[in-house]
């Protein structure tokens, strides 16, 4: 393979080249991977920094008991806002949409995806989603107020702007459908010479095994948000109890793909983290073949789960010890990728960079999440911790804790690679410590909150729980403290850091191999691959 060269400092390789119009009509008419993995990257991002808002917001109500900044109503609908916002504008889409679009056709040695204009039409419709998402906001009664599962039978009878809302993530489901269609061909179909199956990174089998879920379980989505705007406009009496419906199916649709989403969130972050440790242990990765194929399994049993969220909606006790065993099998897969993830750990030559403390953060902070799970897969006591502040903390150990800080270790690893220039390492170590203390302050606590017996979603409180709420809002200050210290950083980076070189951390897989930031058409020609993305036992990359 060729080996990695600095980048002109000139010419900002992709940034500036390869646009077929000048400016910012350069960049949103851009069939370049690359430029349409940093056109969701910003969009994505913007949306995160609202999500935030709103979660503080929600934390400084519930500072103490009554009320404190926000009307009842006006809460239930930041929660709600939040959540959509949290969701469907920002986990669902963030790694496969960014990274993946950004790094696996470099990553297999193409030069794009195999629909570059499916690939621009999937943020195109992406932006007309999050548009009509935020019009919802502002008209036909105001924000929807029903949390982001849209719940029937509220949903059907609330007078706030739900159809809107649920339209724009029927939208959103086609964005991430296109997204999965495009992967999948380009995995099958453009891999260099000599980039085996076997050969294929750990990232790139993440994002094959999650766009088969996007393909897949997304059209439930889509068919339960048709049905659920048809209620809602037409009274089709489909969840309506006193026009023959079943609200209970309505759960039922939602979850068979939610459930599966979750996997859509969490499987590429697992895949980047595969593939930063061995970089920062210069150790080949512990069991290939078994992560490879736990990101399969994962998804796959990940899929028949989802009667796990309904234990106290009525359903039978068969149905319910079917759904728990199922629950309980799919935590093998993912023991299975913590273990290799520590063994690859095991004698290496640790560096730990900031991308190194994100990945071991997501081991940590996901572990925590993962069990918990089990507490909540467990029938017998899913039933006394079930819609309680305990759910809350634990999916945000799972989405924000995991998925998050993956999010942001790969931010921090490719980086240099995608602007040329470097953060500054200590800063980006700072932000991270505050971020970590200030996620458990926060989340902790509210999963003692939960045990301790304080539903979620309640605009109020007894005073009981008043202590533990404030230790949940400073934390919430805290952890926001650290989000905007790494956002600066990363900012002044992009402008005024230092050149990062080709290959700043000693990487194999073959976006080290390219200039930094990559050229318009990633390779001159196509490379032939002559050894594995994790063969540091016999490969000694450069340092640059």
Sequence with gaps: MTQPT????ASRGFLTEGGKYPGLLGWIFSTDHKRIGLLYMYSVLAFFLVGVTLGVIIRLELIAPGETIVSAQ?????F???GVIMIFLFIIPGFPAIF???FLPIHIGANDVAF???NLFSWWLYMAAAALILISLFTGGGPPDTGWTFYVPFSAQTTTNV???AFGAFVLGFSSILTGINFVTTVHRLRAPGVYWGRLTLFVWSLYATAWVQILATPMLAITLVLLILERLLGAGLFDPGSGGDPIMFQHLFWIYSHPAVYIMVLPAMGIVSDIIPVFARKPVFGYWAIAFSSIGIASAGSLVWGHHMFVSGMSDMAILVFSLLTFIVAIPSAV??????ATLYKGSISLDPPMLFALTFI????????TGLILGSAATDVHVHDTNFVVGHFHYVMFGGTGFAFFGAMHYWFPKIYGRMYHKKVATLAWGIMFTGFNILYFSMMILGLRGMPRRYYDYLPEYTDLNRVATVGSWILVAGLLLMFVNLIRGARHGAEAGGNPWGGLTLEWTLPSPPPAENFATIPVVDHGPYDYDRVSPPHE
């Design 6 to 9: 600095t980048a002109n400092a």
């Design 74 to 78: 006006t809460y239930n609908a930041l």
């Design 80 to 82: 709600t806002v939040h």
């Design 100 to 102: 993946g679009n950004l």
């Design 116 to 118: 570059p204009r499916l």
């Design 163 to 165: 159809p809107l809302a």
């Design 337 to 342: 990728k913590v273990f290799n993830w520590v």
């Design 364 to 371: 940590f902070l996901f572990s925590i999440g993962g069990l």
